[in-house]
């Protein structure tokens, strides 16, 4: 019999406003509560967020004990937990994995306490908040950090070719979206094909299909181009047939389950296809925006090494443009100076020749001074070649049929090891050259192939063609600042020779750079001066063990060549009369005034052009004929020219140069010169242009 006391009823009520605070406790806290037997480990209590947590009712959980809960690789931890007594369980929490009804994972962070209940079980009573969201966030920082550093390391790759940071940016795309495979295709300009451009490792390994499909008709193809003509990311995440449409794998091809698409524009054209394939859960916006970001960084950093490298280039280009005009300059004063002393020589040896009999045994002696002058001459008209300054005759001509007149000199120029190949195209345009500079070119550029055979057998292509140049094209290969793009034919000599490295192409066009043990080392300098005369363009193309391709582009007539100039062929002649000389190097007054005294002439000197304007005003009505020299002091041989055809217009009028005809005449186009004698000049000459001046 239970005799109640006032002190029991007291601890009932005691009890019963415990009990009331525990329960609004256990459903107020906003985590997930549960209460478990201690000795059985049988849930007894689950509050409303434990059942939205794991997705059972409170009936469900408890026909469960706790390790019913936990997921495989978490129940030895929840076990071991436990079985811990209050003091070392209390305040402290951990982290456990919980199972759902349809068996997701569910990560937890929890604490426990335990308590005595009226009747004395010892239970276990734990709260246990969801890590997802968290979970979730660190994930996504983790994805962003990766992707991050994976950008670092494109913008630190020495690299500046797209396969290597294409290769590199596709294995980390597959690494950042969890993929199994990954690939890149390219869109053409015209956005109308993709084409596949490289495959990730895993996928080149797992493939096994006999041939790749590499190209990607974007109209016509079904699902994988839906992302370029919807311009946005295209998620598949039940494959075959999800609703978007029907994805055919062939035979041999890995098994797609899930795939990802993503166009990487560029301003506003679709340049890339990035792709992504068989991730263990779905794709999502995350994934989307990974692969987004790192293939557009990745194209970024292309491009922009591009730019920087084409821009190092026509820097480089254009410092070399300079450095051959330099030396140019430099050349063709040389030649310029060098062909005055030659005039001294030549000059002397023709009087000396001519004033003795021609079986006097002097004569023996002369000559080979005439012939060494003369090939000093030559080696003058090559520097002038190198400089620019060297066309004499122009006139239309056909480059082919040039060529077909010069096989016989070309059988005999080239190596008999070597093949000549000659591969001629229909219809070319003519060019307004001199015939006799198109031939050196094609000589020294013939020579050169020859010898690269290093006497092996060997194949030479002569090619020519008609080429449409833009300026895009003629600014990477131009010898000048400003080419008229339009129509140019081209003359391309190939070999299989033995090519040449970086180092030799650098210095290939300076002058008395040679890799023979014998040579002069102008006949490329002669070939670039030659094209830049001719207002041209020349493009290289070499590599060590692979052969060398020698481009020479000539304007097609009607983008500027200058006029052509006829030249007269007559006999020896004498005469009397009186011809005013004008020239600054004492040594040419002296040969050529005694040059003309041997035709008959009484001869004037003038020692600049100032004292010939003078000599001219005073005594202009008894001369015959004027002979200038092109550069002197005061005034030049064109001021000169100048003055002494307004005072006496009927006043022949030569000029004298160490530089060609074209280079030195270009300014007297217009202004009626009589003639024109490039030094050093032979008596003969002299005498036949005299002759045919002043009796035509």
């Not at 950090?145 to 597959?174: G, I, S």
Request: contains cysteine.
């Amino acid at each position: 019999m239970r005799t109640d006391t006032p002190e029991t009823g007291q601890c009932e009520r005691a009890l019963k406003a415990s009990e009331a605070k525990y329960r609004t406790f256990f459903e107020t806290v906003h985590d997930a509560a549960f209460l478990a037997d201690v000795a059985t480990g049988r849930i007894l209590e689950a509050n409303s967020q434990a059942q939205n947590l794991l997705g059972w009712s409170l009936d469900e959980f408890r026909t469960k004990t706790y390790l019913d809960i936990l997921v495989s690789a978490s129940r030895e931890e929840g076990k071991r937990l436990f079985e811990l007594d209050n003091k070392e369980i209390a305040g402290k929490t951990y982290e456990l994995t919980l199972r759902h009804r349809d068996g997701t994972p569910v990560p937890v962070q929890g604490s426990t306490m335990l308590y005595v209940d009226e009747t004395g079980r010892c239970l276990s009573f734990g709260v246990f908040h969801d890590l997802r969201e968290r979970r979730g966030k660190e994930a996504a920082l983790q994805l962003e950090e990766a992707r991050l550093e994976a950008v670092l390391k494109l913008n630190q790759m020495p690299a500046t070719n797209f396969d290597t940071l294409a290769e590199f940016a596709l294995e980390e795309a597959v690494r950042l979206t969890s993929s199994s495979y990954g690939f890149l295709a390219l869109l053409s300009a015209d956005g109308t094909t993709a084409s596949l451009y490289c495959l990730s490792k895993s996928a080149l390994r797992d493939c096994r299909m006999p041939v790749l499909p590499t190209q990607l008709n974007v109209k016509m193809s079904g699902v994988r181009a839906e992302a370029i003509r919807r311009r946005k990311p295209v998620l598949l995440n039940g494959l075959p047939g999800d609703g978007v449409g029907d994805l055919t794998i062939p035979d041999g091809h890995v098994p797609i389950n899930r795939l990802l698409l993503t166009p990487i524009l560029d301003r506003e054209n679709v340049v890339l296809l990035a792709g992504v394939a068989n991730k263990e859960t779905l794709y999502d916006d995350s994934d989307v925006r990974q692969l987004t970001l790192l293939m557009s960084e990745m194209w970024s950093v292309y491009t922009r090494r591009k730019a920087e490298e084409e821009g190092r280039q026509l820097e480089s280009q254009m410092k070399h443009v300079q450095k051959l005009e330099s030396l140019g300059v430099l050349a063709g004063g040389i030649a310029h100076d060098f062909n005055n002393i030659l005039m001294a020589i030549l000059g002397h040896v023709d009087l000396v020749r001519m004033s003795l009999p021609s079986d006097h045994e002097i004569q023996g002696h002369l000559e080979p001074i005439v012939t060494a002058s003369k090939r000093a001459a030559e080696l003058c008209r090559q520097m002038l070649a190198y400089a620019g300054k060297s066309y004499t005759e122009r006139k239309n001509l056909q480059l082919n049929d040039l060529i077909r007149e010069m096989s016989k000199i070309i059988e005999v120029s080239v190596s008999k090891k070597a093949v000549v190949d000659y591969r001629l195209g229909d219809g070319l345009p003519e060019i307004e050259a001199d015939p006799a500079h198109v031939r050196q070119v094609l000589l020294n550029l013939l020579t050169n192939a020859s010898e690269s055979l290093e006497n092996k057998s060997g194949t030479i292509i002569v090619q020519t063609k008609k080429m449409e140049c833009d300026q895009a094209f003629l600014a990477g290969i131009s010898l000048e600042k400003n080419a008229k793009e339009g129509c140019y034919v081209a003359l391309e000599i190939s070999d299989t020779g033995c090519g040449m490295d970086s180092s030799i192409q650098e210095r290939m066009f300076d002058p008395f750079f040679t890799t023979k043990f014998t040579g002069r080392g102008l006949g490329l300098a002669a070939v670039l001066g030659i094209v830049r005369g001719h207002h041209g363009a020349i493009r290289v193309y070499s590599k060590q063990g692979n052969g060398t391709t020698f481009c020479v582009f000539l304007p097609a007539v009607g983008l500027g060549a200058s006029p052509s100039r006829p030249k007269c062929d007559i006999s020896a002649w004498r005469s009397m009369g009186t011809i005013l000389l004008a020239d600054d190097e004492a040594e040419i007054r002296r040969v050529a005034s005694m040059m003309l005294s041997y035709y008959g002439f009484k001869v004037i000197i003038a020692k600049d052009g100032r004292e010939a304007v003078e000599l001219c005003r005073q005594r202009g009505a008894e001369l015959t004929a004027v002979m200038l020299d092109l550069t002197m002091p005061h005034l030049d041989g064109y001021e000169v020219h100048l003055q002494v055809k307004k005072q006496f217009p009927r006043l022949p009028v030569i000029l004298m140069s160490g530089y060609t005809e074209g280079e030195s005449t270009r300014q007297f186009a217009t202004d009626g010169l009589a003639g024109f004698l490039q030094k050093p000049f032979e008596i003969r000459s002299l005498g036949e242009k005299l002759r045919s001046i002043l009796e035509p």
